[in-house]
């Protein structure tokens, strides 16, 4: 039996696990945390339940996908339902615009509050999904940096659906030229967030993402984001898939150009491939000791990261939602701030999550809400000071408080917190980046790292760093597409042992 070797159990790492297991590789995954999700983890305060990192959860069929090649019924790990808005906005006018994951609706909505014209909004969903069938589609599901893909016969109905402005201008120039209405504008720039980019640099092609909420829907899984992690990684345990936690991997070895496995605790462990789930520029930097190779990762720029202040807060808020937004006044210097200046800015964009909503006996105590509050800060080049936490949060409690008309501090019961530097010291992850590299280019997704090394035979690498991105779904369509690669390459290869 052939033997494959993951390093770093997070989603990407475990879903290539069962991946691997089913097509018959002997699996161990190694992981230097306690625990398997990697940014996917929860913790519990005083009642309170908190997801650590993601929130959103779109496109459960990629779930649903890994349960049916493994032929276990789903029902017996995890359980989701749909939710019927997407997200609550807030803007500093006042307006408050409900994201109804119904296109219809939507547009009903956008026109109602700040007079959008509806078929712009219909018309603007419509490519959406258009352009996610076609060119999305090659992106995601193949590797772009081998030359079979080029030959797909879906390439060429890509090609035609990609016009110049998705390419050529900003996803903010695309929606400017799409939408009359400065709140609705605002509202689809935001997208970009979802890698970690700027609407003001990367290109239209973001344009895809919404078609994932507003068509296909925005999910809650039964007991939080944890949920998804958990579920996983039984299923891997189930398909006899090994974990070793608190195991660090020093080094990846290798003889010529052929992996041969890695180090870990001082000692050797053999394989016949190596799946690296780490960030990919500690991959080449710490494990593989290739300065070179680790510096030409870094001439992507990396996406933004995030502070977070998790609340229990002791009071319910029926204008709340499960997914809230409180807009920023001035966007476009909210992300001169994050990518240019590299500094946190004073009138954040602040995200809140409160799980409780969808259920509210077993996410908070009883008439309490659990608030996940999140702004998008600049990735960690050594500037954050323990002060700028404070100042930070006496930002996002004046505009809440002054937005939500309720003074927030008072009922704050119980509070932790996650930060950029945080962030990257729990997973790795360089720079605290959320998403690996951002899409600040137009050639971003042909300059991600792909899913295979292409100067050692047997290493490949999955996650948020490399190919096709960052996000729960592109970290799963990473390990399947690691996964089509492995069973291709198998059939060259003469195994060394
Ligand atoms: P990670 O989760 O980074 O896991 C990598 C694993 O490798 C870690 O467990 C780490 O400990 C381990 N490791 C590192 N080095 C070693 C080593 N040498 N040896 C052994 N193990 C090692 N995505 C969404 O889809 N929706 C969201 O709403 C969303 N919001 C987010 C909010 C926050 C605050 C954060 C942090 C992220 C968010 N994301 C969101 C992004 C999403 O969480 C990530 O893209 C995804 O979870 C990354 O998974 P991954 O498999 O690439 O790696």
Known sequence: QSTAIIIGAGIAGIASAIRLAVQGFAVKVFEKNSY?????????????????????FTQPQLIEELFALAGEP????????PVPIACTYFYEDGVVIKGYTNADKLAEELYNKVGEDKTAVKRYLQR?????????????????????????????????????VHLFASLNA??????????????????????????????????????????????????????????????????????????????IIHKANKVTGVMANNEKYLADIVVSNMDVYFTYKRLLRNE???????RQERSSSAFIFYWGINKTFPQLGLHNIFFSKNYKEEFDHIFKLKQLYNDPTVYINITSKCEPDLQAPPDKENWFVMVNAPANVGQYESAMQQQLKKHILSKLSSLLQTAIEPLIEVEATLNPVMIEEH???YMGALYGTSSNSRMAAFLRHPNFSNQLKGLYFVGGSVHPGGGIPLCLRSAKIMSEMVKNDKRGWKYAH
């Not at 999700?37 to 929130?55: A, R």
Request: aromatic content about 16%; charged content about 15%.
């Open 427 to 429: 997973t790795a992850s």
């Open 292 to 298: 070179q190779k680790a510096a030409h990762i870094l």
């Open 36 to 56: 398997a999700g990697g940014k996917i983890n929860s913790f519990e305060k005083e009642g309170y339940c908190f997801d650590g990192g993601p929130s959103l």
């Open 74 to 81: 789903i029902q017996h790990y995890f359980n989701y339902k």
């Open 128 to 164: 959406s999904k258009q352009l996610y069938e076609t060119t999305g589609s090659i992106f995601l599901n193949y590797s772009l940096h081998k030359m079979s893909t080029l030959w797909k016969a879906p390439v060429a109905k890509a090609l035609m659906n990609t016009k110049p």
């Open 174 to 251: 695309f929606n400017q030229y799409s939408f009359k209405q400065a709140h609705t504008i605002q509202l689809f720039n935001r997208y970009a967030t979802y890698n970690g980019s700027n609407p003001y640099q990367a290109p239209g092609m973001l344009s895809v993402i919404p078609h994932l909420e507003y068509n296909e829907g925005v999910f809650y899984p039964k007991g939080g984001m944890i949920s998804i992690a958990n579920a996983l990684y039984r299923l891997a345990v189930k398909k006899g898939v090994q974990f070793y936690f608190n195991m660090p991997v020093e080094q």
